[in-house]
Each structure stands twice: as structure tokens, then as C-alpha cells.
């Protein structure tokens, strides 16, 4: 497992849509109930051989400390 940081949630949609758009399978993960919902929280990318796919969009992305 790795975990990459973006700065706020308008980034995190925009990483989301990249994927997509690079037709890679992930989830967005929107909180649902408490003070947060509504809001994106996480994406989970499919495993995939095809790691240079996945790089294109995350590279920029720094490790979570």
C-alpha cells in the first residue's frame, strides 16, 4: 500500500478525475454522515500491472509522512 498527500479536496477530486480519465478503475470515497459528509476523502486505485499509467497521474504527489 501507498499513501500520497494532496492539499485539500478540490485536488483530491481533480486526481480522482485524472484517473478517470486515464481510464484506471478507482473509488472516490465521500464521507456520508457527521460533520464532514459530502466531502471527498480518499481514493482507492486498483491494483494494475500497469504502474506507468498510474505514475502519469500520482507522480507529483508526495508520500504521507
Known sequence: ???????DETSLRRVAEALGAASLTHQLIVEDAGPHAGQAMAIGVAPSTDRTAIRRVTSALPLVK
Open 1 to 7: 500500500m501507498v499513501a500520497l498527500e494532496v492539499p
